[in-house]
């Protein structure tokens, strides 16, 4: 625990302006980020009495190590400064929603030249027209199904769009008349656009043009006696009116509004949204906190804002936010709310009529989310929490490992040796942290020698980057990461690295062997501050280093069913990583060593002949009857096959049967399949 006396700025040092500041703990992570309109003045609140600061106000300063500042011109740059570096160094004692980019949104691919209606979640895209976010994703399904019926408008795939194309044929839909098929030339691009922006203009709320229409229409068809077309106008109407009914009108004058509202206590907090277009909630969403700091409901609802609006432009920034608490000041707020609409948005708090009646009830949805959260929460906090408790006692640890990392080798038969490392923190996943290794040191089967390669691999990063700033690299190549998670360190701190932060706790995979190796490797580092121990599959027995006998937990025990699932999970992760390697070189033709040759080629010749066998026998003005292939390359192609030895034959496993085709040949649907049975070895698999 450091003391926040030694790293206090000097008297003076500290300016006496607005800007943003950041404390960072012992290994230089940003840890909060915090905005002030008198930087000496805020920063000065936190080096005071530690008995006089809140709870976790006191841990945050004791965790930090040290205090940074930038100072800018005004408020409102403040405000933004501080949203993006809580974006980018995602630090953990800032509030942070949770749940946040899950809710579903109904699209309108606007930017595609037949535009599509579709479920989307996560970030926006450019040129697609949202609507919602709404509480599941088949509430939004209901609603299409609705409005097909007279906006039939595409949603089918581009798989399915381009088959129908294809073949001429549309799909069900089309068929039943709740698509207007312009796979297959039914409609032209503009007829299908103007259905497209008709739907797009009913879901904004434009609705008593297209009920007034249609209800002209169908008492035109019934004075014609076309009753037959006004019965499907009268249906027409009946969904479009059943569509509407679902988002009842709750605000008059066709209100645009957001409606925020915030229910907690000492421990949490739980904000609820709702979005009302033209008068009507379009959508909901809701978020829950941990309030790691002491923070008021203002600051709460300015949070909240951040998140709701930092990556929104025009529209959907509404003109009016309603909130249960001004944030102080409030005009930057403001100020930067209108910047991002780009007209004025007033920000204020309901006193009377329907708005505060509706507030009301925003409110009693947040109180009941907190409840329902707090309910949830309870026995999987206590939980972890006792997990943690128990293991550490077991192992005679100091404290409880709140970072554990967890070390498994999988292979097949000697082939394709690798590693897995999972990570969890608090007893829960850690996803991000995950890594991937391949064993480079030798060749072979030998998971003691592997686990002591990758131990010391991935603790002589952390050592190296522990002593400098920027990416360490050995010998000029990434130490053994596999694909993009090994992606190269960023030069300034704070940042996620690959192995910056040290576990309290290394379980390996294994028994006495793998936990003997995992402790050589740290003490030929010199690292004697990380507790090592293993978990044996058999009898699930915990070993720790120099011990000849286990640790024996009670099968009821929560440190024990933790352990496993930190064990299952890297065995997963490595076994994954392993078969994904594996089926790479199953699938490996002589065909991949031509220069030049791409997949296109490749499949050509291979649905010319059938199979790398019949290919292997043909002349070389055989192989130049294939399309897009020269003599040059034929002579290449030929002098590689005849290289390449021939595959062993596949066998079938049942009959006992050889296969005459090599791997390569054709399956029925034109793509080059691998014969043998590679998946019934899976049970050697380590």
């Known amino acids: 625990m450091a003391d926040p006396s030694s790293y206090r700025p000097q008297p003076g040092q500290i300016p006496d302006s607005p800007g943003v500041y950041r404390f960072r703990d012992e290994h230089r992570r940003v840890i909060y980020v915090g905005k002030a309109k008198s930087l000496r003045q805020r920063l000065a609140n936190y080096f005071q009495d530690l008995a006089n600061l809140h709870p976790r106000t006191r841990t945050m300063v004791t965790t930090a190590a040290s205090v940074e500042w930038t100072v800018v011109s005004t408020e409102v740059e403040a405000l933004q400064l501080e949203y993006s570096w809580i974006k980018e160094f995602d630090p953990r004692f800032n509030v942070k929603y949770r749940d946040d980019k899950s809710y579903p949104y109904l699209a309108v691919t606007m930017n595609e030249e037949f535009p599509r209606v579709q479920v989307m979640r996560g970030h926006k895209r450019k040129g697609v027209r949202y609507f919602g976010p709404y509480g599941h994703a088949w509430a939004i399904r209901d609603t299409v199904d609705l ?65 007034r229409r249609l209800e002209k229409r169908m008492t035109e068809a019934a004075e014609e ?38 229910a907690e206590d000492e421990l949490e907090a739980a904000v609820q949204i709702f979005h009302v277009r033209g008068g009507r909630v379009r959508g909901q969403r809701g978020w829950v906190t941990d309030k790691v700091e002491e923070i008021t409901t203002g600051a709460l609802v300015e949070h909240a804002l951040q998140q709701l609006y930092g990556e929104e432009k025009g529209d959907s920034v509404p003109k009016e936010v309603l909130v249960p608490a001004l944030p102080d000041p409030v005009e930057p707020v403001q100020e930067w709310l209108a910047d991002r609409r780009g007209s004025g948005v007033s920000l204020r708090i309901p006193q009377r009529g329907d ?72 007893g829960l996943q850690r996803k991000s942290e995950y890594r991937r290794f391949q064993i480079r040191g030798f060749a072979g089967q030998d998971d003691v020698r592997s686990m002591h390669e990758v131990i010391t691999r991935r603790f002589r990063r952390y050592l190296a980057e522990k002593e400098k700033t920027g990416e360490w690299v050995e010998d000029g190549h990434e130490d053994g990461l ?50 090592v121990c293993g978990l044996a599959k058999r009898l699930e027995e915990v070993w720790l280093p120099d011990e000849d006998d286990p640790v024996v937990l009670p099968r009821t025990s929560e440190g024990l069913y933790l352990l496993q699932r930190v064990r299952d999970e890297a065995h997963r992760f490595a076994i994954t990583y392993q078969r994904t390697k594996r089926a790479k070189r199953f699938k490996a033709s002589p065909l991949d060593e031509v220069p030049g040759l791409g997949e296109t080629r490749k499949q050509a010749l291979l649905k010319h002949f059938g199979s790398l066998r019949k290919l292997r026998s043909a002349t070389i003005d055989q192989i130049c009857e294939v399309p897009g292939i020269g003599r040059k390359t034929a002579e290449t192609i030929a002098v590689a096959l005849a290289q390449a030895a021939p595959a062993a034959p596949a066998v079938n496993m049942t009959t006992g049967e050889i296969m005459e085709e090599e791997p390569g040949t054709m399956g029925s649907g034109g793509e080059p399949v691998t014969t043998g049975a590679p998946d019934e070895r899976r049970g050697q698999e380590t």
């Open 225 to 262: 006696m076309e009753y037959e077309r006004a019965a499907r106008l009268r249906d027409d109407i009946e969904a479009l009116k059943k569509a509407m009914e679902k988002n009842a009108v709750v605000l008059a004058d066709a209100t645009d509004a957001d409606l925020i509202a915030v």
């Open 482 to 531: 596999a694909g993009d998670l090994g992606t190269g360190l960023k030069d300034e701190d704070g940042r996620p690295k690959k192995f910056a932060y040290p576990p309290q706790l290394v379980v390996v995979d294994g028994g006495q062997p793998q936990v003997a190796a995992a402790k050589k490797a740290l003490d030929e580092l010199g690292i004697d501050d990380i507790a």
């Open 147 to 211: 409005l097909l019926r007279v906006f039939p408008v595409r949603t089918c795939s581009a798989g399915v769009f381009k088959n129908a194309a294809r073949t001429g044929r549309p799909c069900l839909l089309g068929y039943i008349g709740k698509c207007s098929a312009p796979c297959v030339g039914r409609v032209d691009p503009e007829e299908h656009r103007e259905l497209a922006e008709e739907f797009c203009d009913f879901m904004a709320g434009r609705t008593g043009t297209y009920i």
């Open 355 to 426: 708005k505060k009646a509706l507030m009301e009830t925003v409110q009693r949805n947040a109180l009941q989310a907190l409840a329902l959260h707090k309910t949830k929460r309870a026995s999987d906090l206590t939980t972890r929490s006792r997990a943690l408790e128990e293991i550490a006692e077991a192992l005679d640890l100091d404290s409880a490992p709140l970072r554990i990392e967890c070390y498994d080798i999988s292979h097949l038969q000697g082939d394709d040796v690798v590693a897995s490392m999972v990570v969890f923190e608090d």
